[in-house]
């Protein structure tokens, strides 16, 4: 079985709720988005009756994909620059996947050129299922950086792989991309159940064309915009405002792009909250004044509606309000959205105001209990075994100053005796 996509299909940022991750390159370019890498062939194919067994993988059928996979994407083998590797660690598959490697995109190459192949299950373990989608990130954040890292904990290469005749190389430190000429190009392995083989050919974005004009054009626009920002509560907004004004200002990671594309980004690739904010400027500085409170520019009186609305919660047409935005503007890194942490354990309780209970069995409890419970739960139900009474004895002890008997401890059955035994407790420590 064959199969593969002829059409290029990108990696792009994600932009909203209704946007998809994989999109057509002309869309991509059409829409302005920022292209992380083009995919620009694959294959799949199944060693079938060229393999002993269902579950024997098969030099052939590996080699036959490969072809495929490059003959679908238009592209040399040779001009590889890496491979992620499928690597499950198998002692029989592992020297077929790179001997089939070392054989098609070995082909041509030149001798100071080899193929640098590596594998993410270095950093983090199989991941079983995902391990494909894994290889495939790293080698989308690869082109993306220019940069190959090291593949980690390599200390005694398979000697079943003909490393002296095969041109492969393992990178033991990280390392650029290089300037071929070209945009770069690299390449995924996965393999499956039934000894399903699969070949992904990415290769590097190419950068937005756009004239010199252009960028200055936009660059020293004295239009004024509005940045919108949106939270889900009141504390996360605040600290996103504060991540765009570091953002922003001199130094900043957003002070290299232009205000047009800044706010055209936080626009139409952010999906918006409830909890809004709006601030309008023509300048990285005047932003940066409107979100930290400090005096800046007044905005034209259209463009103050426009925040207003956007505050009372009402779905603007950013496009149709800034005409700017359909000429040229393009997605831009922005800020993360702040994480906002919140502390959920099996058996914890809390009172008024969200804070944990402070008495001595709730903590207890929130240490040793391994699933929810009440009053009437066993200790044995809820994770509380012989280990973790011997545990708990040392621990009571070391909190409170007081020999603890281990076999009256071991005398509770409940959790409301443990409640009750430990008030007896706490009043005899005072």
């Known amino acids: 079985m064959r199969s593969g996509s002829r059409r290029p299909w990108t990696t792009p940022a994600a932009r909203c709720a209704s946007c998809s991750l994989l999109k057509p390159l002309a869309d991509a370019v059409a829409d302005g988005d920022r ?53 499950s660690g198998s002692p029989v598959f592992d020297p077929l996947e790179l001997t089939a490697l070392g054989k098609v995109l070995g082909e041509g190459r030149p001798a100071e050129r080899p193929l640098f192949v590596g594998s993410v299950k270095s950093n983090i373990g199989h991941a079983e299922a995902a391990g494909g989608l894994a290889g495939l990130i790293k080698a989308v954040l690869c082109l993306e950086h220019g940069e190959i890292p090291a593949s980690l904990h390599v200390e005694t290469p398979n000697p079943a792989v003909a490393w002296d005749e095969l041109p492969l190389e393992i990178p033991r430190s990280s390392r650029p991309l290089g300037d ?79 205000v047009r594309d800044i706010c055209f980004s936080a626009a139409l690739r952010r999906r918006h909250h409830e909890h809004r904010m709006a601030v309008s400027g023509a300048t990285h500085a005047e932003l940066v004044a409107a979100l930290t409170g400090t005096p800046g520019a007044h905005a034209a009186q259209a463009t103050r509606e426009v925040a207003d609305r956007y505050r009372a919660g009402e779905d603007v047409d950013w496009e149709k309000e800034f005409k700017e935005f359909k000429k040229g503007a393009r997605f831009v890194p922005l800020p993360h959205y702040p994480w906002q942490t919140k502390r959920y354990w099996a058996g914890e309780s809390t009172r008024g105001g969200g ?47 007081q020999e603890v008997d281990p076999e009256e401890f071991g005398r509770l059955r409940t959790v409301g005796e443990l409640r009750e035994w430990t008030r007896e407790l706490e009043a005899a420590a005072r």
């Open 35 to 87: 292209i992380r890498a083009v995919i620009q062939g694959s294959a799949v194919g199944n060693d079938g009756g060229t393999s002993d067994s269902v579950l024997s993988p098969s030099l052939t059928g590996q080699l036959d994909v490969l072809r495929w996979a490059y003959e679908d994407a238009g592209i040399d083998p040779a001009d590889v620059d890496y491979v992620e590797a499928h690597g």
């Open 180 to 258: 071929h000429g070209r945009p770069a190009v690299m390449g995924i392995s996965g393999q499956g159940s039934s000894a399903l083989n699969a070949h992904v050919v990415l290769r590097q974005a190419e950068p937005a064309k756009e004239t010199f004009k252009e960028r200055l054009k936009a660059v020293l626009s004295i239009t004024t915009y509005v940045l919108p920002l949106s939270a889900r509560t009141p504390a996360a907004l605040d600290a996103l405002a504060r991540s765009y004004a570091e953002y922003l200002d001199t130094g900043g990671a957003g002070a290299g792009y232009p």
């Open 355 to 401: 804070d944990l209970e402070s008495d001595l069995s709730s903590w207890l409890l929130r240490e040793h209990a391994r699933t929810g419970f009440d009053d009437g739960s066993t200790l044995t139900e809820i994770g509380i075994d012989s280990l973790a009474r011997l545990r708990i004895v040392v621990e009571l002890t070391r909190r409170s100053g």
